[in-house]
């Protein structure tokens, strides 16, 4: 299907007229085209190459597999695309607001050399380079300085138990809560690490997770079982199953707890992962109230909520 996200990314590159349009590149025009335009189709979250949209990589992938574009060396960090087949309709689809938009970013940055866009793009935007592995290729002391104060800016000392679930948010606005809640280990507890939601089963969030410096431990022995789950209408259904819970499975796997405390006691702060967005109606809640039940507390307890 091609959303319309998907025509953003196929009138730029058609309007940048390359064949050499690396996947760097693309990403750092898409970013800047959302600074531009009301039109925030994407989310980014600061990478190993700056600005980075999981979203947008997977609609790059999409396109390719419907013959949109083509991939030029698909398994390289250096890749690169270029149009299959020009298509005017594409860009007369489009909004002229986005269109404008996606005319100034052609025109203000299109000629610049990939070390000159992503040097601009960490210029302008510090937070975008914090976890960056060629910032020190490009910037100054003065610029890596600015980048530096933006990472100290989420830097905690205390010891804190987070707790997180994904429903309702994109990947990366995830991860830019780990970030900005300094989270040093994301603990998942979920009983089976996979999602219908992009971004969210294991292997893809273990690789996202510890491109933003954050280590991934799946914890399943504190998981429920997927269809406990099903019968679940009201608040009411959520507190019965969680005291069974409590009482079964909590208890039973009580060395996994323990091993979760060792976890925050030697990285200070962690965070229980699961889906649910209302912490009432997810079992990591229950884990969390049992650490804090724990003898010799010396930590805080935050559930972040958005």
């Known amino acids: 299907m091609l959303t319309y996200k998907k025509k953003i990314i196929l009138a730029l590159i058609e309007k940048l007229g390359r064949k050499d349009i690396t996947a760097k590149c693309l990403q750092k025009y898409l970013f800047i085209y959302t600074r531009i335009s009301d039109n925030k189709i994407y989310d980014f979250v600061p990478y190993r190459y700056g600005c980075f949209s999981f979203e947008a990589n997977k609609d790059i992938v999409s396109l390719s597999k419907g013959g949109y574009i083509y991939i ?50 960490y210029r302008t935007w510090p937070f975008t380079a914090i976890n960056s592995e060629i910032k020190y290729r490009l910037l100054n002391s003065e610029e890596l300085a600015r980048v530096q104060a933006f990472k100290d800016r989420y830097k905690k000392t205390e010891t804190i138990l987070y707790t997180i679930g994904y429903e309702g948010l994109t990947l990366e606005k995830y991860l830019t809560q780990l970030i900005t809640n300094d989270v040093k280990v994301l603990v998942d507890v979920r009983k ?115």
């Open 72 to 121: 030029n060396h698909p398994e390289h960090a250096e890749c690169s695309y270029e149009l299959i087949h020009r298509n005017s309709e594409i860009i007369e689809n489009l909004s002229l607001f986005d269109n404008m938009a996606i005319d100034k970013v052609v025109k203000k940055y299109g000629t610049l050399s990939s070390d000159e866009l992503i040097t601009y793009t």
């Open 192 to 306: 089976n690490a996979f999602s219908m939601k992009y971004g969210f089963s294991k292997a893809t969030l273990k690789k996202a997770v510890e491109g933003i410096g954050v280590q991934y431990i799946h914890v399943p022995q504190l998981g429920i079982e997927s269809e406990d789950r099903k019968t679940l209408n009201s608040q009411e259904d959520y507190d019965r199953l969680f005291e069974i819970y409590e009482n079964t499975t909590l208890i039973e796997n009580w060395d996994s707890l323990l091993y979760v405390r060792k976890l925050l006691d030697k990285e200070k702060r962690i965070c229980l992962a699961c889906f649910e967005r209302d912490p009432r109606q997810c079992h990591r809640t229950r884990v969390a109230n049992a650490l804090m039940g724990l003898p010799d507390v010396n930590y805080k307890y935050e559930p972040i909520i958005l």
